[in-house]
């Protein structure tokens, strides 16, 4: 057994109790190493196949052999090297005592901070909550330096979670991933994510050209380079296997990494939480759950979109590279060390986006180590975003349009956008800024400030502007805030000890009133501090459910169906279907959208007009080209509005070579001009009018 051959130093210098619930916690932490591990070497066999235009055969025979190596590699070699006992509880001598007035300035202006971002959605200004951000994390800074925090011994050990620390994380991860089964949010970016895998599994080939839009005959969709691997991964496990893409996608990867995710947040619960590991834990699931408001928030992009690589990076990679980052600068462990360096590198293969995401995230833990002297510590940390930087810099050396089109996100849409705005805004806000001092001492309290320290950065007025401009990836500079771990730092906030706070109120001379409430906690009796204690959970509790929107609910945009799913609409998919079977496995369908948009998951031969806008304006076609496919797309859009002339629409379904034009079954208006283009037997396809294109004899192609 895997768990025999690791040593109870291996055990120790991991953070792992070697009780029967530790044992329990080490499979499933090295469960999620493993996983982390091997879909790095897969991400780094697929760009050698994509400079070798590999098949996909060859690619699954050079790394399925790695995956056993890699198991018996993590039982021998998991031990750390150096120190790996866990830091020892401070004395009161060695305690850090932290003159009063620094806590009491970066605490009050990271509530301001946190309140002016939260809110300025309804109308507060922006500049508070960047001024008030900087100033809560220079405090921060220059009282953790001058209180002690930085030197070694002052350092927490890590809690234990006590009864239930294992069963309970382990049953909410397997509720998240049944639950994803059933839980349908329709998402237009499948169109071209799931079409790679769909295509993969079709042709056992990456796909280097465009297979949403024509049959390869168009180059790639510019601002979308082919370094993503999560994609072509699905597709040429598929292949073998038999089964379409798109069902293993979300009937097999998908609740598997919806679990890990979870059990991801719990782990770096483990590292920076100081106590009532359970109660941060939840608090961080609930939010997750009740995160439904905004598409883009952190919620929406775990249980609702996890099949996405963008979204695994977000939801599990992130918490992990924030695990290894932390038991490096506490511990020094090699091994959290090189799973770090994995984690950049499996990032790469998630998403695009890692290339300045995790630079942001290795700041965030190399500022505080450059800061109290650790300079080496530092330096090794600056390995882990080398991979998604040099990715990054060969897109941009091999030419080409990278450019992302669209509408630049500034940093209060970015922030409204992630944590959302109002009460969820105000709690997140808060979250980031008073995250140091809720944090574990000693490295972990260190770590959030650099987390802390980034944010209040990228928040400042140009700073997203600048470096959108700099990087061509304006449109989705929102997912800068992607370095903030927001649900564990929501979760400390129910770790709040009223005790350990107000205990710098005990330095204060005998003669200033603000030492009484320090002197009646102490006496108040242990039990009724315990009771006290679940206080400021229960309170985070019903104020995310007063404030939040559940994923599952209609107002997220969510449906939840009686049985596994796939992750589109049943009789848009049904009807979807038959429309490209009426097509005769070729050729190009019209559609309403969302209709088309379900055509590139199940479909390689037949292609729709527009599965999706934004897509489609970045492809490197001709300008008439897309203005044909748009406006084909506004024909059939919807019954209401205008519509163009027959002599655009006859000139625009030859270009396209429409061998199917649908309309919704009330749109006699585009029914109309589609048959006075010279199409016609319209018959009833699924929930649609279909009509077909005249032959050379006169007849119609009827499908």
Same mark, same amino acid.
């Given at each position: 057994?895997?768990?025999?051959?690791?040593?109870?130093?291996?055990?120790?210098?991991?953070?792992? &109790?070697?009780?029967?619930?530790?044992?329990?916690?080490?499979?499933?932490?090295?469960?999620?190493?493993?996983?982390?591990?091997?879909?790095?070497?897969?991400?780094?066999?697929?760009?050698?196949?994509?400079?070798?235009?590999?098949?996909?055969?060859?690619?699954?025979?050079?790394?399925?052999?790695?995956?056993?190596?890699?198991?018996?590699?993590?039982?021998?070699?998991?031990?750390?090297?150096?120190?790996?006992?866990?830091?020892?509880?401070? *004395?009161?001598?060695?305690? !850090?005592?932290?003159?009063?007035?620094?806590?009491?300035?970066?605490?009050?202006?990271?509530?301001? =901070?946190?309140?002016?971002?939260?809110?300025?959605?309804?109308?507060?200004?922006?500049?508070?909550?960047?001024?008030?951000?900087?100033?809560?994390?220079?405090?921060?800074?220059?009282?953790?330096?001058?209180?002690?925090?930085?030197?070694?011994?002052?350092?927490?050990?890590?809690?234990?979670?006590?009864?239930?620390?294992?069963?309970?994380?382990?049953?909410?991860?397997?509720?998240?991933?049944?639950?994803?089964?059933? #839980?349908?949010?329709?998402?237009?970016?499948?169109?071209?994510?799931? *079409?790679?895998?769909?295509?993969?599994?079709?042709?056992?080939?990456?796909?280097?050209?465009?297979? &949403?839009?024509?049959?390869?005959?168009?180059?790639?969709?510019?601002?979308?380079?082919?370094? %993503?691997?999560?994609?072509?991964?699905?597709?040429? #496990?598929?292949?073998?296997? +038999?089964?379409?893409?798109?069902?293993?996608?979300?009937?097999?990867?998908?609740?598997?990494?919806?679990?890990?995710?979870?059990?991801?947040?719990?782990?770096?619960?483990?590292?920076?939480?100081?106590?009532?590991?359970?109660?941060?834990?939840?608090?961080?699931?609930?939010?997750?759950?009740?995160?439904?408001?905004?598409?883009? /928030?952190?919620?929406?992009?775990?249980?609702?979109?996890?099949?996405?690589?963008?979204?695994?990076?977000?939801?599990?990679?992130?918490?992990?590279?924030?695990?290894?980052?932390?038991?490096?600068?506490? @511990?020094?462990?090699?091994?959290?060390?090189?799973?770090?360096?994995?984690?950049?590198?499996?990032?790469?293969?998630?998403? /695009?986006?890692?290339?300045?995401?995790?630079?942001?995230?290795?700041?965030?833990?190399?500022?505080?180590?450059?800061?109290?002297?650790?300079?080496?510590?530092?330096?090794?940390?600056?390995?882990?975003?080398?991979?998604?930087?040099?990715? +990054?810099?060969?897109?941009?050396?091999?030419? +080409?349009?990278?450019?992302? *089109?669209?509408?630049?996100?500034?940093?209060?849409?970015?922030?409204?956008?992630?944590?959302?705005?109002?009460?969820?805004?105000?709690?997140?806000?808060?979250?980031?800024?008073?995250?140091?001092?809720?944090?574990?001492?000693?490295?972990?309290?260190?770590?959030?400030?650099?987390?802390?320290?980034?944010?209040?950065?990228?928040?400042?007025?140009?700073?997203?502007?600048?470096?959108?401009?700099?990087?061509?990836?304006?449109?989705?500079?929102?997912?800068?805030?992607?370095?903030?771990?927001?649900?564990?730092?929501?979760?400390?906030?129910?770790?709040?000890?009223?005790?350990?706070?107000?205990?710098?109120?005990?330095?204060?001379? =005998?003669?200033?009133?603000? @030492?009484?409430?320090?002197?009646?906690?102490? @006496?108040?009796?242990?039990?009724?501090?315990?009771?006290?204690?679940?206080?400021?959970?229960?309170?985070?509790?019903?104020?995310?459910?007063?404030?939040?929107?559940?994923?599952? /609910?209609?107002?997220?945009?969510?449906?939840?169906?009686?049985?596994? %799913?796939?992750?589109?609409?049943?009789?848009?998919?049904?009807?979807? @279907?038959?429309?490209?079977?009426?097509?005769?496995?070729?050729?190009?369908?019209?559609?309403?959208?969302?209709?088309?948009?379900?055509? !590139?998951?199940?479909?390689?031969?037949?292609?729709?007009?527009?599965?999706?806008?934004?897509?489609?304006?970045?492809?490197?076609?001709?300008?008439? %080209?897309?203005?044909?496919?748009?406006?084909?797309?506004?024909?059939?859009? /919807?019954?209401?509005?205008?519509? !163009?002339?027959?002599?655009?629409?006859?000139?625009?379904?030859?270009?396209?070579?429409?061998?199917?034009?649908?309309?919704?079954?009330?749109?006699?208006?585009?029914?109309?001009?589609?048959?006075?283009?010279?199409?016609?037997? +319209?018959?009833?396809?699924?929930?649609?009018?279909?009509?077909?294109?005249?032959?050379?004899?006169?007849?119609?192609?009827?499908?």
């Amino acid at each position: 057994m895997l768990t025999d051959r690791i040593s109870e130093r291996t055990r120790a210098g991991l953070g792992i &109790i070697t009780s029967g619930r530790g044992r329990v916690t080490f499979m499933l932490d090295a469960l999620t190493d493993l996983c982390l591990v091997a879909f790095a070497v897969w991400t780094v066999v697929y760009h050698v196949g994509l400079a070798l235009r590999a098949p996909t055969w060859v690619l699954l025979a050079a790394w399925l052999p790695a995956l056993a190596v890699l198991a018996v590699l993590y039982a021998r070699w998991a031990a750390p090297q150096g120190n790996v006992e866990s830091p020892a509880e401070p *004395s009161a001598e060695t305690s !850090p005592r932290i003159d009063w007035s620094l806590p009491a300035l970066a605490m009050a202006s990271g509530v301001v =901070a946190g309140a002016a971002a939260g809110l300025h959605g309804p109308g507060f200004p922006w500049w508070p909550a960047w001024t008030f951000g900087l100033l809560s994390i220079a405090a921060t800074a220059v009282a953790f330096l001058r209180g002690g925090y930085a030197t070694a011994d002052a350092g927490e050990a890590p809690a234990r979670a006590g009864r239930g620390g294992t069963l309970i994380p382990a049953l909410t991860a397997a509720g998240f991933a049944v639950a994803s089964l059933f #839980v349908v949010n329709t998402d237009a970016d499948d169109s071209y994510f799931v *079409s790679r895998s769909v295509w993969t599994a079709a042709h056992g080939r990456i796909p280097f050209r465009d297979v &949403i839009f024509t049959q390869g005959t168009a180059g790639p969709v510019a601002g979308e380079p082919p370094v %993503s691997s999560i994609e072509v991964l699905v597709g040429s #496990v598929a292949r073998p296997l +038999g089964v379409p893409a798109a069902s293993l996608l979300w009937y097999g990867f998908l609740p598997l990494v919806v679990f890990l995710a979870v059990w991801a947040m719990w782990r770096l619960v483990r590292e920076w939480a100081p106590r009532r590991l359970l109660a941060c834990f939840a608090i961080a699931a609930m939010y997750l759950l009740w995160a439904g408001l905004s598409p883009a /928030s952190l919620g929406a992009f775990h249980l609702l979109r996890m099949w996405q690589g963008k979204a695994m990076f977000v939801s599990a990679l992130i918490p992990l590279l924030y695990v290894y980052l932390t038991r490096w600068a506490e @511990r020094r462990s090699p091994v959290a060390l090189c799973l770090a360096v994995a984690a950049g590198v499996a990032a790469t293969g998630l998403t /695009s986006s890692a290339a300045f995401v995790v630079p942001m995230v290795a700041a965030a833990a190399a500022g505080p180590l450059l800061a109290t002297g650790r300079f080496r510590a530092a330096l090794a940390v600056a390995a882990v975003p080398v991979y998604p930087l040099a990715a +990054g810099a060969l897109v941009a050396l091999a030419g +080409g349009r990278n450019e992302v *089109s669209g509408i630049f996100t500034d940093a209060p849409i970015s922030f409204s956008w992630v944590f959302m705005s109002g009460l969820m805004g105000v709690l997140a806000g808060c979250a980031i800024w008073l995250g140091p001092w809720l944090a574990r001492r000693g490295a972990p309290a260190l770590m959030v400030a650099g987390v802390a320290a980034v944010t209040s950065v990228l928040l400042v007025d140009g700073v997203l502007d600048f470096i959108g401009t700099a990087t061509h990836a304006g449109q989705v500079m929102w997912r800068t805030m992607w370095v903030v771990p927001a649900p564990v730092l929501i979760g400390l906030l129910a770790t709040v000890q009223v005790r350990r706070a107000l205990a710098p109120l005990t330095t204060l001379p =005998a003669r200033v009133p603000a @030492r009484v409430p320090a002197r009646v906690l102490a @006496r108040v009796p242990a039990r009724a501090v315990g009771l006290a204690a679940a206080v400021p959970a229960v309170l985070l509790g019903v104020a995310l459910l007063l404030a939040g929107t559940p994923l599952w /609910s209609h107002a997220a945009g969510s449906r939840l169906e009686g049985r596994p %799913s796939w992750k589109a609409d049943p009789i848009e998919l049904g009807t979807a @279907r038959a429309v490209v079977r009426a097509a005769r496995g070729t050729g190009t369908v019209l559609m309403p959208p969302l209709y088309m948009r379900t055509v !590139p998951l199940f479909s390689t031969r037949v292609n729709a007009v527009n599965p999706n806008t934004h897509y489609l304006t970045n492809l490197p076609v001709s300008r008439s %080209s897309i203005d044909a496919r748009l406006l084909l797309t506004g024909l059939v859009r /919807s019954p209401k509005g205008s519509k !163009p002339g027959v002599v655009q629409v006859r000139d625009a379904l030859a270009r396209v070579k429409v061998s199917v034009a649908c309309a919704g079954p009330d749109d006699r208006v585009a029914v109309r001009l589609i048959t006075a283009a010279g199409y016609g037997s +319209g018959r009833r396809v699924g929930t649609l009018t279909c009509l077909f294109p005249a032959q050379r004899d006169g007849t119609f192609a009827t499908g």
